[in-house]
């Protein structure tokens, strides 16, 4: 987008007419938006070192504002569907593809949960980054990965004994029996990193890794785990590398 296309406003403004970011970029050398560096994110590196995405039809859901998609969409992709659940927050992805010139990447409004082989199609591997532990019913999103891709990213927090912190325990019912893990309270729409409903539900790590096998993923890979210890630290997190 050059400086005719924004009527003669600076990026400055337009990203702050299009605000507030979540998202840090950097445009001709000005930092612009919110306070997390999505592009520079060193799961990126971690993904790239596990999976080709080159030349490869490749699915991201929950893209938030677009950051990690245009890290992934350095990573060679032949078309990067971008999903997001947000009105306001696809809005500024549109903005991202726009000055970053991202024509292999097409955003799309949808609830992840309705992303499914009958209506996008399949894809030769899936990222799901921070999207998981957001929904009330992480298992419908599991069954629907393993028939979207052979291949499957994916990053989330998980529940133990410290987090998430006031929240009960709780049993969720699958068609592949009863997981326990804990019932989380999320901001809803009025949180651009929460969830879009009221409550998620976040696994303990060996039901999740139970339900990956269980959705058809017979390769459940651990890239990387952080238990949470740390108090002043994130949450417990884990990367999976699947295959089918």
Known sequence: MGAEDRGGRSLREVFEQCGPWQSRFV?????LGGIYDFPADPRMRRLAGELSLEGKRVLE????EGGH???LSRLGPRELVAVE?????????????NLFGLDRVRFVLDDVRRVTPERYG??????AMGV??????PHVLLANLSRLADVVYLSTHYANERHPQHSPEAALETPWGTVRGRRYREYGLADPLSGLEQHSFWLRAGDLLDLCRRAGF???????????????GTPSWI???LRK
């Open 61 to 64: 859901l929950g893209c938030l």
């Open 27 to 31: 445009i001709d050398g000005e930092t």
């Open 85 to 97: 659940g947000r009105a306001a927050s696809y809005v500024r992805c549109c903005v991202v593809k």
């Open 122 to 127: 399949r894809f030769d591997v899936v990222v």
């Open 69 to 71: 998609s245009l890290a």
């Open 132 to 137: 998981l532990y957001h929904l009330p019913d």
């Open 239 to 241: 990367e999976l590398a």
């Open 218 to 232: 017979t390769d459940v890979k651990e890239m990387a785990r952080d238990d949470g210890a740390d108090p002043t």
